[in-house]
RNA sequence: GGGACCGUAGCUCAAUUUGGUUAGAGCACCGGACUGUCGAUCCGGAGGUUGCGGGUUCGAAUCCCGUCGGUCUCGCCA
């Protein structure tokens, strides 16, 4: 039985300073090292807040509660869980720490308690050694303990509750919708969860609550956010995780800009709290100005280093790779380099296998030294075709061209890419800018060859930006929609849309999506009968929590700011998730499983 | 579904390129020394199915095949 007094502390770990010298002072805390002098006991005591030095001194000559101390303190060790009382002192100059925030004192112990021991820890919780993923996720309750993920997840929590605290004076509400619904026909693949009381029925975990927050607005809540997880089971990557965090939100009687304003005061106060600028006003791209300088519609605008359409150009050189492309309806564009020149051979021929896994069969590039093109396709450029490409792309002597020529989104998947690679090895991503924009003017609607029908970019429930109905039925792939996408250094970070209030226009759309009455009813009935129901005009968006955090903190992997996160196979080191389950349970569930188990 | 890289002590790594004696080091752990350290230091000790399976070879951590796991990535992710 711990004695409650032992528990009670006065301050935390990170909390003591010079004005707080000579008080009597408990502190409770993980040991995070400890150094026996023999005569003199050094402990670092850690918690979440930070760490401060314990001092255990030679007892004095019959002072017995002293010596059980001192011999107690001689046999503690890391990640030991121990409470100590005692009393601040002045370290003295020459042992002042300042790499501690309580590096000028130290709490001299008059009394220690072990609360708990430790076995031999599979690894340090410090900053100063690496550690293998999988063994931090398996371990995760020690790597929490190391100041990155204690920040991580205390500037996480101080993120949602800037974003709630703004929207709450707003006038929004925070409305928890269903986890357990039903599956959607398009977007990602649903996970999927049998229902016991309904024979050979699933439900689906929501990729969003979309649906839903547009269902609130017809039911007049005006204005609704959640803070809420998403599931979408897609393959991982180092910013995609399988279950995910959004800001939603959604209002009623509300323009496009309205949803930005509002956003842009979400995001700013986020920003105020991680410490990191937020732009006065956030530059509006529109998609097809982003494709066209970016060739991506997000993206990172730390750095200029624009794509140039250079197919007219290109068109008139007797270079195969480049009039092959614009006789099939293709187009060349340019990467022009600022001192690209300098690359070596070896360098461009990374750049040539980096591209190579973007679908390119090839890098052209030339050089620009001494007022000519040199190396690379040069020899195709006449010096009419160089003045030209000059003139086109401002490039100056010690810059480097390089080209795609293909389809335009073959061209535009390759140099995308390439751009940002290219800039991160020049140096010019600065990891600590946060650059955002807005994208907006997006096409409602992509061809997707394989399936031979139209898409929605965004999703069906979008407003197309077009006065004229009909002329949305003949020219589908021409329409714009009232779609936006914030960005920041080329990371997606939310997006959202005014969306369809009218039933009419919603079957339309439906109608080139290729959703016929029967499958609209069947899958979504529910929301097209609200749309008959007094809809109000509404719009809201959704901010990926995960990779805010993410860019906030600066971290390689979203694993690095959720507690506990997935490997790449969705697997949970900690926990052993996904498993097998019971017979008995399969059996309720009507459950057959019909392939043997992998192991 | 495809591509790349990785897997050696509890942890982080070396030895793999060029197959060759007993697989090494730091941290952690165990024992000891030390009255001012602060990622303490010093002395000593213990700790290995080189992910797993198979093959080549006189001999495999090293070469080959398969497999499992991890990371990055293309496709995928309205």
Redesign the pocket.
């Known amino acids: 039985m711990i004695p409650d007094a032992v528990l009670n502390r006065t301050h935390n770990c990170g909390q003591l300073r010079e004005s707080d010298i000579g008080a009597e002072v408990r502190l409770c805390g993980w040991v995070?090292?400890y150094?026996?002098?023999?005569?003199?006991i050094?402990v670092?005591l850690r918690d979440r807040y930070g760490i401060t030095?314990v001092?255990f001194?030679?007892p004095e000559e019959g002072d017995q509660a002293g010596q059980d101390s001192y011999e107690l303190a001689d046999s503690l060790?890391?990640e030991w869980v121990i409470s100590i009382a005692g009393v601040v002192r002045h370290?003295?100059e020459?042992?002042?720490?300042p790499?501690?925030d309580t590096?000028q004192i130290?709490v001299v112990s008059t009394e220690l308690t072990v609360l708990n021991q430790s076995d031999?820890?599979?690894?340090?919780p410090?900053s100063?050694?690496?550690?293998?993923?999988?063994?931090r996720?398996k371990y995760r309750y020690i790597d929490l303990r190391r100041p990155e993920m204690t920040r991580a997840m205390t500037l996480r929590h101080e993120i949602t509750s800037a974003m709630r605290s703004v929207l709450d004076g707003e006038g929004f509400v925070e409305i928890e919708t269903p986890f357990l619904t039903r599956s959607?026909p398009?977007?990602?693949?649903d996970f999927l969860v049998p229902s016991r009381m309904n024979q050979a029925d699933f439900y689906a975990l929501p990729?969003?609550p979309?649906l839903f927050k547009q269902i609130l607005m017809v039911g007049g809540l005006d204005r609704y956010y959640q803070v809420v997880r998403c599931f979408?089971d897609?393959?991982?990557?180092?910013?995609?995780q399988p279950e995910f965090t959004q800001l939603d939100l959604e209002m009623s009687f509300v323009t496009q800009r309205d949803v930005m304003n509002v956003t842009n005061s979400v995001l700013r106060k986020v920003c105020q709290v991680a410490g990191k600028d937020f732009p006065e006003e956030v530059p509006v791209i529109t998609h097809d100005e982003a494709m066209d300088k970016y060739g991506i519609d997000r993206p990172d605008i730390r750095f200029e280093m624009f794509l140039h359409d250079v197919s007219g150009i290109a068109g008139a050189t007797d270079f195969k790779v480049f009039t092959a492309a614009i006789e099939s309806g293709g187009i060349v564009k340019t990467l022009c380099v600022p001192g690209g020149a300098k690359f070596t051979r070896k360098e461009i021929d990374v750049y040539t296998a980096f591209v190579a896994?973007?679908?390119a069969k090839g890098l052209a590039w030339s050089k620009l030294e001494d007022g000519a093109f040199a190396g690379g396709v040069a020899k195709f450029l006449s010096p009419e075709v160089q003045q030209q490409l000059r003139d086109a792309t401002g490039a100056n002597d010690g810059d480097i061209l390089f080209f795609a020529a293909a389809g335009a989104d073959d061209v535009n998947?390759v140099l995308a890419?390439l751009r940002v690679r290219v800039a991160e090895d020049l140096g010019l991503c600065d990891s600590e800018t946060c650059a955002w924009c807005w994208i907006t003017e997006f096409p409602l609607v992509s061809y997707n060859e394989q399936e031979k029908r139209w898409?929605?970019?965004?999703?069906?429930f979008t407003m197309p930006a077009v006065e004229d109905i009909e002329q949305l039925m003949s020219d589908p792939g021409a329409a714009k929609s009232l779609a936006y996408d914030i960005v920041c250094n080329g990371t997606e970070m939310g997006g959202g849309s005014i969306r369809i209030h009218d039933r009419h226009i919603q079957e339309k759309v439906f109608e080139i999506l290729g959703i016929g009455p029967q499958e609209a009813t069947e899958k979504f009935g529910f929301l097209l009968d609200a749309l008959r129901f007094g809809a109000p005009p509404h719009g809201g968006l959704a901010l990926g929590l995960d990779r805010i955090v993410m860019e906030m903190v600066s971290a390689?992997?979203l694993?690095d700011v959720i507690a506990f996160p997935k490997?790449?196979?969705g697997?949970c080191?900690l926990t052993g998730a996904p498993g097998e389950v019971d017979d008995k349970q399969l059996a309720e569930l009507d459950l057959k499983i019909i392939v043997p188990h992998?192991n």
């Open positions: 995070r090292s150094r026996d002098h023999g005569g003199v050094f670092d030095q001092v001194d030679t060790r890391n370290r003295g020459d042992r002042i720490n790499k501690l590096g130290e031999s820890v599979p690894f340090e410090d100063f050694t690496s550690v293998a993923e999988e063994t996720l959607t398009e977007g990602a693949r990729q969003s979309q979408r897609e393959d991982l990557r180092a910013d995609r896994d973007y679908g998947r890419p898409d929605s970019l965004h999703h069906p390689p992997s694993r490997t790449q196979r697997t080191p992998k």
